[in-house]
Protein backbone atom coordinates (compact mmCIF):
# COMPACT_ATOMS: atom_id res chain seq x y z
CA UNK A 1 0.00 0.00 0.00
CA UNK A 2 1.13 3.31 -0.84
CA UNK A 3 3.07 5.38 2.92
CA UNK A 4 1.20 8.65 1.31
CA UNK A 5 -1.95 10.66 1.48
CA UNK A 6 -2.66 13.52 -0.82
CA UNK A 7 -5.85 15.46 -1.62
CA UNK A 8 -7.70 14.22 -4.68
CA UNK A 9 -7.93 17.29 -6.32
CA UNK A 10 -6.76 20.40 -6.75
CA UNK A 11 -7.00 24.13 -8.41
CA UNK A 12 -4.22 26.66 -9.37
CA UNK A 13 -4.35 30.24 -11.57
CA UNK A 14 -2.21 30.15 -14.71
CA UNK A 15 0.85 32.08 -13.38
CA UNK A 16 0.35 31.66 -9.57
CA UNK A 17 2.19 28.99 -7.25
CA UNK A 18 1.04 25.41 -7.16
CA UNK A 19 1.24 24.22 -3.51
CA UNK A 20 0.76 20.34 -3.42
CA UNK A 21 0.76 19.02 -0.14
CA UNK A 22 1.24 15.31 1.25
CA UNK A 23 1.48 13.37 3.95
CA UNK A 24 3.73 10.78 4.60
CA UNK A 25 3.42 10.10 8.61
CA UNK A 26 5.02 6.64 8.91
CA UNK A 27 7.98 7.38 6.94
CA UNK A 28 11.28 5.98 8.25
CA UNK A 29 14.36 7.06 8.35
CA UNK A 30 16.05 6.31 4.96
CA UNK A 31 13.12 6.60 2.90
CA UNK A 32 13.10 9.55 0.91
CA UNK A 33 10.16 11.57 -0.92
CA UNK A 34 10.00 11.54 -4.35
CA UNK A 35 7.42 13.52 -6.75
CA UNK A 36 6.58 12.32 -10.38
CA UNK A 37 3.69 13.49 -12.01
CA UNK A 38 1.97 12.35 -15.24
CA UNK A 39 0.20 13.93 -17.95
CA UNK A 40 -2.36 12.12 -19.43
CA UNK A 41 -2.11 9.30 -21.09
CA UNK A 42 1.94 9.33 -20.84
CA UNK A 43 4.57 7.59 -18.59
CA UNK A 44 4.99 9.21 -15.00
CA UNK A 45 8.18 11.99 -15.12
CA UNK A 46 10.22 12.41 -12.30
CA UNK A 47 10.17 16.11 -10.11
CA UNK A 48 12.27 16.28 -7.87
CA UNK A 49 13.28 14.06 -4.40
CA UNK A 50 14.64 14.69 -1.29
CA UNK A 51 15.70 13.38 2.06
CA UNK A 52 15.25 15.68 5.00
CA UNK A 53 16.50 19.14 3.46
CA UNK A 54 14.69 21.21 1.36
CA UNK A 55 15.27 20.74 -2.50
CA UNK A 56 15.17 22.95 -5.73
CA UNK A 57 15.51 22.54 -9.21
CA UNK A 58 14.63 23.91 -13.00
CA UNK A 59 10.82 22.26 -12.41
CA UNK A 60 9.82 22.89 -8.68
CA UNK A 61 10.80 23.34 -5.03
CA UNK A 62 10.36 20.28 -2.17
CA UNK A 63 9.47 21.25 0.97
CA UNK A 64 9.82 18.89 3.70
CA UNK A 65 8.92 19.78 7.52
CA UNK A 66 11.46 18.95 10.34
CA UNK A 67 9.39 16.08 11.59
CA UNK A 68 9.63 14.39 7.74
CA UNK A 69 6.14 13.06 8.15
CA UNK A 70 4.62 15.60 5.64
CA UNK A 71 5.79 17.98 2.41
CA UNK A 72 4.94 19.94 -0.09
CA UNK A 73 5.58 20.61 -4.17
CA UNK A 74 5.50 23.84 -4.73
CA UNK A 75 5.53 24.89 -8.58
CA UNK A 76 6.53 28.72 -8.73
CA UNK A 77 4.71 29.73 -11.77
CA UNK A 78 2.10 27.08 -12.85
CA UNK A 79 1.32 27.01 -16.33
CA UNK A 80 -1.48 25.08 -18.45
CA UNK A 81 1.22 22.29 -19.60
CA UNK A 82 1.58 21.56 -15.46
CA UNK A 83 -1.84 20.25 -15.41
CA UNK A 84 -1.59 16.49 -14.38
CA UNK A 85 -1.92 14.13 -11.65
CA UNK A 86 1.15 14.50 -9.21
CA UNK A 87 2.18 11.32 -7.25
CA UNK A 88 3.96 11.58 -3.91
CA UNK A 89 6.32 8.52 -3.32
CA UNK A 90 8.13 7.65 -0.38
CA UNK A 91 10.88 4.74 -1.28
CA UNK A 92 14.21 3.22 0.14
CA UNK A 93 16.69 3.83 -2.28
CA UNK A 94 19.76 1.98 -0.78
CA UNK A 95 21.64 -1.00 -1.78
CA UNK A 96 19.61 -3.35 -0.80
CA UNK A 97 16.36 -4.68 -3.47
CA UNK A 98 13.78 -2.59 -1.95
CA UNK A 99 13.29 0.51 -3.80
CA UNK A 100 10.02 -0.27 -5.68
CA UNK A 101 8.18 2.45 -6.31
CA UNK A 102 4.45 2.38 -5.02
CA UNK A 103 1.73 5.16 -6.16
CA UNK A 104 -1.33 6.19 -4.48
CA UNK A 105 -4.19 8.26 -6.15
CA UNK A 106 -2.17 10.99 -6.84
CA UNK A 107 -3.55 14.18 -6.55
CA UNK A 108 -5.27 15.55 -10.43
CA UNK A 109 -3.99 19.54 -10.67
CA UNK A 110 -6.43 21.89 -12.85
CA UNK A 111 -4.06 24.90 -14.00
CA UNK A 112 -7.12 27.40 -14.48
CA UNK A 113 -6.44 30.33 -17.38
CA UNK B 1 20.41 9.40 -25.29
CA UNK B 2 17.44 7.35 -25.56
CA UNK B 3 15.46 7.21 -22.40
CA UNK B 4 13.19 4.32 -21.83
CA UNK B 5 11.77 3.02 -25.07
CA UNK B 6 8.88 0.49 -25.04
CA UNK B 7 7.11 -1.48 -28.05
CA UNK B 8 4.42 -1.54 -28.79
CA UNK B 9 2.79 1.55 -27.98
CA UNK B 10 -1.02 -0.28 -28.87
CA UNK B 11 -1.92 -3.39 -29.90
CA UNK B 12 -4.97 -5.29 -29.31
CA UNK B 13 -5.69 -8.88 -28.76
CA UNK B 14 -8.13 -11.31 -27.84
CA UNK B 15 -9.52 -13.18 -24.75
CA UNK B 16 -7.33 -15.92 -23.89
CA UNK B 17 -4.38 -14.83 -26.19
CA UNK B 18 -1.38 -14.45 -25.39
CA UNK B 19 1.10 -11.06 -25.45
CA UNK B 20 4.86 -9.95 -24.91
CA UNK B 21 5.73 -6.15 -24.15
CA UNK B 22 9.25 -4.94 -24.42
CA UNK B 23 11.66 -2.44 -22.58
CA UNK B 24 14.66 -1.03 -23.49
CA UNK B 25 15.89 0.48 -20.11
CA UNK B 26 17.47 4.46 -20.35
CA UNK B 27 21.62 3.75 -20.81
CA UNK B 28 23.26 2.94 -17.50
CA UNK B 29 20.05 1.53 -15.66
CA UNK B 30 20.11 -1.95 -14.66
CA UNK B 31 16.97 -2.73 -13.35
CA UNK B 32 13.41 -2.64 -14.97
CA UNK B 33 10.36 -2.71 -13.31
CA UNK B 34 6.79 -3.32 -14.19
CA UNK B 35 3.88 -1.46 -13.61
CA UNK B 36 0.02 -1.34 -15.08
CA UNK B 37 -2.19 1.18 -15.00
CA UNK B 38 -5.77 0.96 -15.72
CA UNK B 39 -7.88 3.83 -16.89
CA UNK B 40 -8.45 6.43 -13.76
CA UNK B 41 -6.28 4.26 -11.24
CA UNK B 42 -2.79 5.32 -10.35
CA UNK B 43 0.17 2.55 -11.71
CA UNK B 44 0.68 -0.30 -9.95
CA UNK B 45 3.75 -2.64 -9.15
CA UNK B 46 3.84 -5.95 -11.18
CA UNK B 47 6.87 -6.82 -11.24
CA UNK B 48 11.25 -6.06 -10.79
CA UNK B 49 13.96 -7.43 -12.72
CA UNK B 50 17.94 -7.02 -11.52
CA UNK B 51 20.81 -9.35 -12.50
CA UNK B 52 18.08 -11.28 -14.92
CA UNK B 53 15.91 -12.13 -12.09
CA UNK B 54 12.71 -11.44 -10.65
CA UNK B 55 13.39 -9.45 -7.13
CA UNK B 56 10.14 -8.28 -6.30
CA UNK B 57 6.60 -9.22 -6.95
CA UNK B 58 3.48 -7.19 -6.87
CA UNK B 59 0.22 -8.50 -6.73
CA UNK B 60 -0.46 -9.92 -9.34
CA UNK B 61 -1.49 -13.67 -10.79
CA UNK B 62 1.18 -16.28 -12.43
CA UNK B 63 -0.08 -15.12 -15.48
CA UNK B 64 2.08 -12.44 -15.35
CA UNK B 65 5.75 -13.77 -16.53
CA UNK B 66 9.12 -11.32 -17.09
CA UNK B 67 12.54 -12.07 -18.51
CA UNK B 68 15.63 -9.77 -18.41
CA UNK B 69 18.41 -10.14 -20.95
CA UNK B 70 22.25 -9.30 -19.94
CA UNK B 71 21.73 -6.33 -21.99
CA UNK B 72 19.09 -5.04 -19.58
CA UNK B 73 16.50 -5.11 -21.64
CA UNK B 74 13.21 -6.87 -20.14
CA UNK B 75 10.18 -8.41 -21.52
CA UNK B 76 6.29 -8.62 -19.79
CA UNK B 77 4.44 -11.59 -21.19
CA UNK B 78 0.70 -12.02 -20.05
CA UNK B 79 -0.70 -15.63 -20.74
CA UNK B 80 -4.38 -16.11 -21.57
CA UNK B 81 -5.90 -12.52 -21.37
CA UNK B 82 -8.80 -11.21 -19.76
CA UNK B 83 -10.54 -8.18 -20.42
CA UNK B 84 -9.23 -6.77 -17.29
CA UNK B 85 -6.03 -6.76 -18.29
CA UNK B 86 -6.98 -3.92 -20.94
CA UNK B 87 -4.39 -1.08 -19.32
CA UNK B 88 -1.54 1.12 -19.86
CA UNK B 89 1.73 -0.67 -19.16
CA UNK B 90 4.22 0.48 -18.18
CA UNK B 91 8.39 -0.04 -17.50
CA UNK B 92 10.84 2.14 -15.68
CA UNK B 93 14.18 1.89 -15.43
CA UNK B 94 16.65 2.52 -12.89
CA UNK B 95 20.28 1.75 -11.18
CA UNK B 96 20.23 -0.47 -8.46
CA UNK B 97 21.77 0.43 -5.13
CA UNK B 98 21.10 4.61 -6.40
CA UNK B 99 19.02 7.67 -4.79
CA UNK B 100 18.93 8.60 -7.94
CA UNK B 101 15.42 8.49 -10.24
CA UNK B 102 13.76 5.80 -12.08
CA UNK B 103 12.65 6.91 -15.56
CA UNK B 104 9.68 5.69 -17.08
CA UNK B 105 8.71 4.63 -20.74
CA UNK B 106 5.75 5.96 -22.63
CA UNK B 107 3.35 2.99 -22.11
CA UNK B 108 2.00 0.26 -23.88
CA UNK B 109 -1.56 0.59 -24.65
CA UNK B 110 -2.98 -3.01 -24.05
CA UNK B 111 -6.62 -3.32 -25.23
CA UNK B 112 -8.46 -6.85 -24.89
CA UNK B 113 -11.01 -7.89 -26.42
Known amino acids: DAKTTQPPSMDCAEGRAANLPCNHSTISGNEYVYWYRQIHSQGPQYIIHGLKNNETNEMASLIITEDRKSSTLILPHATLRDTAVYYC??????????????FGKGTRLHILP | DAGVTQSPTHLIKTRGQQVTLRCSPK?????VSWYQQALGQGPQFIFQ???????QRGNFPDRFSGHQFPNYSSELNVNALLLGDSALYLC????????????FGQGTRLTVV
Open chain 2, 92 to 103: ASSLMGSNTEAF
Open chain 1, 89 to 102: IVSRQSVNRDDKII
Open chain 2, 49 to 55: YYEEEER
Open chain 2, 27 to 31: SGHDT
